[in-house]
């Protein structure tokens, strides 16, 4: 399982980056199997910490999406609506989810020691 160093993360198992892009974690990915659709926001739509934006569809269940900071969305990955298994294959790099003008952080994000450790003890 791959947990980047240079990431944080929630506790509900999303990532975000210094430059505001957001998806889910390898362990996220894994727990779900195989992603078969991605319900993805609107550009412009404001989303808060925690709560949901979007919805992930994998073969075994279908997950919301929760936000790790308060802000704008400003791109969202249209390559998701033709190939969700991007999440899959690379859900940090090619599998991001939305891109947020980071306006502010509701909750502490955990950095990846602090993830790992969470995981451990799911």
Do not use: C
Not at 7 to 26: A, Q, S
Not at 88 to 104: A, E, K, L, R, T
């Amino acid at each position: 399982m791959k947990i980047p160093e240079n990431l944080k993360y929630t506790r509900d198992h999303e990532w975000i980056d210094d430059e505001g892009r957001v998806g889910i974690t390898d362990y996220a990915q894994e727990s779900l199997g195989d992603v078969v659709f991605v319900e993805l926001p609107q550009v412009g739509q404001v989303v808060k910490t925690g709560e949901a934006f979007g919805v992930v569809e994998s073969v075994k269940s279908v997950s919301d999406l929760y936000s790790p900071v308060d802000g704008t969305v400003t791109a969202v990955n249209e390559a998701l609506n033709e190939t969700p298994e991007l999440i899959n294959q690379d859900p940090y790099n090619q599998g991001w989810i939305i891109q947020v003008d980071v306006q502010g952080y509701g909750e502490e994000l955990l950095d990846a020691k602090a993830y790992q450790q969470q995981v451990e003890g799911e």
